[in-house]
């Protein structure tokens, strides 16, 4: 969670900032994707079932090429949006868990042990409860769906409660959802995964090995990075591995050390702006001088050092996948059509194992797992939280959505087991939001500080 100062001296507005505000502010809320992932959510499906149908269908199964002679992809845009779009969503994971690995919650075992724990209760009971319901037949490639946690939506309800919740379950949360997103990476390399080329395996190996020598030499500008990752992208899509894992092994290549110290960053940041207030004061004009610009760009310089490559492409990154390519994802994976499919999907295996895969599964694995790793010592409870506040938030970890709509698509691709999964989905993140929303609510606001 960024920390946002809070600046003495603000630029004066201009007309285009007043017009903009409204938007500036709504992205900057908690619980903005949230909101625009639901209001996504409920387009893609009213479309879906309006006399407009056909066009919904129609649009997200436009081709789109893109290549130059031999060297041409020809994908429909419903899969454009799965393989490309989302391998970005993924890199941000990667950058994420590199993040929390390196400096945050899983980078000591002491630390790491209760939302590992947690995390991977919250994934084998609920595929256990869903292979209890599709033990055979064809649904059952679905197990990983219901595994999956929603982080955006997750946090987006938790944020909701405002101060009533200790700032360490949100930490707790975020860090129990980002070792899920490890579990569901590796779920969905293995498991998920179709015949393997080799020599498409071999250049994208040698891609990420190539990113791996870049960091190792030295080299920080992010369009280097992004032109090997692309590379590794389409070696991994052919190979027959799913293309969103290059997205969470290029992460790993991303540098993540500053160039310079934080004593040298404050001791040259002072005399820089020593310097650009003698250069100020000695100047008339309005506009900055040379001198000033050269302070400046300097004070800039300094400023990109003492911040890691990883730190600004996943800040960067974050407004891209919250509010564009999540949305867009929804839109086009979000559209249940309510036909015979429909109500046959009310009294579905597939549903069920999904449904209460999330409802029960979840928040039954998620305390369970908890409460191991606390009463043999593996982890401790975080400072201000409670059982209470551990089994509220177990059921937010039912919010499956964007995760579990993404793995139904890799289990089931476009056959009718897909709008089962979808009902599923829907139905328990809805249930199991509002159920952990009003679980946190009731607890006293005392026992929250």
Known sequence: MAHRIHLHHKPTPTPIDRVVRPVTQ?????????????????????????????????????????????????????????????????????????????????????????????????????????????????????????????????????????????????????ALAIADDMGAVMVIAIFYTAEISLLSLAIGLAALIAAGLLNRA?????????????????????????????????????????????????????????????????????????????????????????????????????GWVGFFIMPIFALANAGIIFDGNFAEALTHPVTFGVAFGLIIGKPIGITLLSWFAIRFGWGAMPDGVTWQHVYGAAWLGGIGFTMSLFVGGLAFGESPLMTMAKVGILAASIICGIVGWLLLRRIPISSAE
Request: proline share 4%; glycine share 10%; net charge neutral.
């Open 218 to 318: 030295g080299v920080r500008h992010p369009g280097i990075y992004a032109v090997v990752g692309v590379i590794c992208w389409i070696a991994v899509l052919k190979s027959g591995i799913h293309a969103t894992v290059a997205g969470v092994l290029m992460a790993m290549a991303i540098p993540a050390r500053t160039r310079i110290s934080t004593h040298g960053f404050v001791n040259n940041g002072r005399a820089l702006l020593d310097e650009y207030e003698k250069s100020a004061q000695a100047s008339d004009s309005a506009i900055p001088s040379l001198q000033q610009n050269s302070v400046a760009r300097t004070l800039e310089i300094n400023c990109e050092q003492v911040q890691t490559p990883l730190q600004r492409l996943e800040r960067g990154l974050h």
């Open 26 to 174: 709504f992205m900057h809320a908690d619980g903005a994707t949230g909101i625009l992932l639901i209001i996504c959510t409920a387009i893609a499906m009213a479309w879906a079932n309006s006399p407009w149908s056909a066009s919904y269908i129609q649009l997200w199964e436009t081709h789109v090429r893109i290549g130059v002679g031999e060297l041409m992809l020809d994908k429909s845009l419903h899969h454009w949006i799965n393989d490309g779009l989302m391998a970005v969503f993924f890199f941000l994971v990667g950058l994420e868990i590199k993040r929390e690995v390196l400096v945050g919650e899983l980078a000591t075992m002491q630390k790491a042990a209760l939302p590992i724990a947690a995390a991977l209760g919250g994934m084998l009971i609920p595929a256990a409860i869903y292979v209890a319901f599709n033990s055979s037949g064809e649904g059952k490639a679905g197990w990983g769906i219901p595994m999956a946690t929603d982080i955006a939506f997750a946090l987006g309800v938790l944020s909701l409660l405002g101060k009533r919740i200790p700032p360490a379950l949100t930490v707790f949360l975020a």
